[in-house]
């Protein structure tokens, strides 16, 4: 077996990339990189490693572009930690009862007492029926982590004029954001000897296709060109661009004044468009759903007689339904108000087309086939994406293949731990990597693997193409008729 080592440049350490000759896979040994290495490296050979390491590394700090120079912080990493922050004020609002629940066998029980159950000693008849129900929900996710706490409590956020809309958090994520990028320029600058005369001012664009930076409004061209290969490294193109696209206002030209050594403040007054609050769902993720103006913790579960079959069985207890109900609410409601809205788009095309298509048969599969598509097209670009990687882990034999993937995402002492990626971008090959490897599904939701074909599709946007395709098939069957 032969062994060669390359070193590629990272944030804080240095990726070793072990590239190994193996015999067949039937017969190979695997090699393990960790605490018990079947591979003996002489000191010797140490040294020559550490010092080309310790090169590669200096070479990359002084190249242009280099991943160790200071990047542009995210707006879904913005998002995310003002998310947090309102998440940290729900928690303190419950933390005594949260912890009360917890010295109970069962917790839940507990709290289904205190709020649902007029006929305990335990009743919060001191509460509104409103605030028990914020309450019981609550509670309840905060039991299984708190991961779902919904932002639209207006309990939890008495001081602050009232509970965080989607629209509010996202303009404050973009205030911050506009910061951190702001800061993120001066050091960039600063890191490349590109310095700017006072007074001076120009204006920062993004090209949409590229997302490379351009630089206009200076007639220094040396000075234009050093800012543009200073700012234009990593993933700060693609950030920059997305910021632009939520905090342009409406009607102008993505783009943001740069003067007196500083980016142009975010305008706090503007309102975010239907347009730019659906972009901040589709950069933010799922996150959003925690925001949902219709949020009811009264409403009960959809199907509430399906789940109670056999009204006999000992399971089918009030608490129990009551706990289902909470579940489904944590849901987000307009999630299912965008499904039901898709419905009826699919339903007025087919009643305006029963000359061709009677029953709607035509319609519902060409919809189903059109809608399914870009999720075909997308799990075989991911599948792409990964194919080296898998191949490479494949090459061991199973469950060394899943601890090969371990050494690389997960084991922060291993010497193949890719420091060079985000945690979230670790965390997601992991997962993409095993599912190849066990058979399992990919998930759809990977903005990396389908970043060189416009990102991750929303299922509005799937529905608009299916929509479209149907609205085709009706008007070529019409062609046809006539």
Known sequence: MNISVNTTACRNAAYRVYQTDFAPAENKTAVMFGAQDEIAISAEAKEAMQKAQSASVAEAANEPGSDLSTTFASFADEFSKITNEYTDIIRAHYAEEHLENLTYDNPSAH?????KNTESPDFRADLSEDERAWAYDQELD???GGKHLQMGNPYAFPAAGGPPTL???????????????DQSIQAVLAENGAEIPAGTSFRLTVDPTSYSIKVSGLEDEALTEAIEQALNRGDNGKNLYDHLKLST???EELGVEYADGHLAAVNMQQELTDDALSEVKKQVGPVWARYSSTYNPHQKAMNEKILSLDPNSPLNTQERLDRIS????????????????RQKDLSLVINENREVDPDGSIALQTYLRAYAQPAIDARK???????DAHKENSSYPFVQGLEHIAQKYKRF?????RADLSQEQRDMFYRQERALL???RLTLFDPYALASVGGVQNAQTSHQIALQAVQAKMNELLSNLS
């Not at 509010?168 to 951190?180: C, D, F, G, P, V």
């Not at 670009?381 to 194919?387: D, P, R, S, V």
């Open 167 to 181: 629209a509010s958090a996202a303009m404050k994520a973009l205030e911050a954001n506009r910061t951190q990028i």
């Open 438 to 440: 066990t058979g399992a």
């Open 142 to 144: 905060m039991l299984s």
């Open 413 to 417: 002492d291993s010497a193949i731990f």
């Open 326 to 341: 909470a579940a489904v609410r944590v849901g987000a409601p307009e999630i299912i108000a965008e499904f039901r809205t």
């Open 381 to 387: 670009t991911i599948a792409e994406f990964y194919a």
């Open 249 to 251: 206002p409406a009607g």
């Open 111 to 115: 709290i289904w007492d205190k709020y």
